[in-house]
């Protein structure tokens, strides 16, 4: 939760922040909501699929209690201090991998959960997982409305960011795992997509790439089951514009112009 609370926003990109601090000038109640939401919205998304409560959460003090004074001091402190020791790269790399340490432990917790309430429902254990794994990115919408808001190109289902596929490949395995359908044990599994998790973060983070080490597999598997074009997209964008063509006015000109001539070298 915490780890959560103080990477608030590194994902975002400049417009969303800036939406942000003027909420939490204008409006403070409007903007420690959204924190909540960012905070613990997989948590609450997982217990409105599994029929608990979405207050549930909000019953363990210290975690609230934590999450705001993350909020206050990153949002409030004087001269952004807070703000620019948490940006400062070697702190955030630190808190990007503790970060995908929880997520990759909230995914098992996810799937192992959705198990004891439906021991054969696979695709629900998927589901809670991948809730569990990317439930921030699910709830911005909403998160967005209560910030006066809406941008719905951003719908996390449309453009899937690299923690969401992530969250709904780990949830895949973890349900293989709970199936016994993957000779894996648990620890092992939870050991191999932590350190796949924090070191593509990691190395995302530094290099400030917001693409995705499944783009090259995602794209061929497309192609060949659902025919789409092998990364015509960017190529669309790399194409240098056709040469229009040439002015029929200005190719009338210069015939006209060449005739002039040719009758002015016959009088001579």
């Known amino acids: ?31 420690w909501l959204c924190a909540m939401l960012y905070c613990f919205g997989s948590y609450i998304l997982a ?3 599994l029929g608990g409560s979405p207050i549930d959460y909000f019953q363990y003090n210290s975690h609230i209690l934590l999450a705001s004074a993350v909020w206050y001091l990153l949002f409030y402190c004087p001269l952004n201090l807070f703000y620019k020791c948490v940006a400062f790269l070697p702190v955030k790399l630190v808190l990007v991998a503790l970060k995908e340490v929880v997520r990759t432990r909230k995914i098992a917790a996810g799937v192992h959960h959705a198990s004891h309430a439906y021991h054969h429902g696979f695709f ?3 589901i809670v997982g991948y809730v569990k794994g990317s439930g921030v990115a699910l709830i911005s919408n909403f998160e967005q409305l209560l910030r006066g808001v809406w941008r719905p190109e951003t719908n996390e289902i449309l453009n899937m960011s690299f923690p ?3 969250s ?14 993957l000779p894996v044990s648990k ?26 080490p499944f783009a090259l597999i995602e794209s061929w598997v497309c192609h060949l089951l659902f025919g789409s074009p092998l990364g015509g997209s960017e190529e669309d964008h790399h ?10 006015l200005k190719t009338k000109e210069e015939l006209s112009d060449g005739a002039r001539k040719r009758k002015a070298k016959k009088a001579e």
């Open 239 to 248: 194409h240098p514009p056709a040469a229009a063509p040439s002015s029929p």
């Open 187 to 212: 620890s092992t599994l939870i050991l191999a997509f932590t350190f796949f998790m924090a070191s593509s973060k990691v190395v995302m983070t530094a290099r400030h790439s917001h693409g995705s």
């Open 168 to 181: 709904l490949y780990g949830a895949i395995l973890f349900t293989m795992q709970e199936a016994h359908w």
């Open 164 to 166: 969401t596929k992530a």
């Open 47 to 49: 217990d409105i699929m």
């Open 124 to 126: 629900i254990m998927v």
């Open 1 to 31: 939760m915490s780890l959560e609370s103080l990477s608030i926003g590194s994902e975002d990109d400049k417009f969303e922040n800036i939406c942000s601090v003027e909420v939490s000038r204008r409006s403070p109640v409007a903007s």
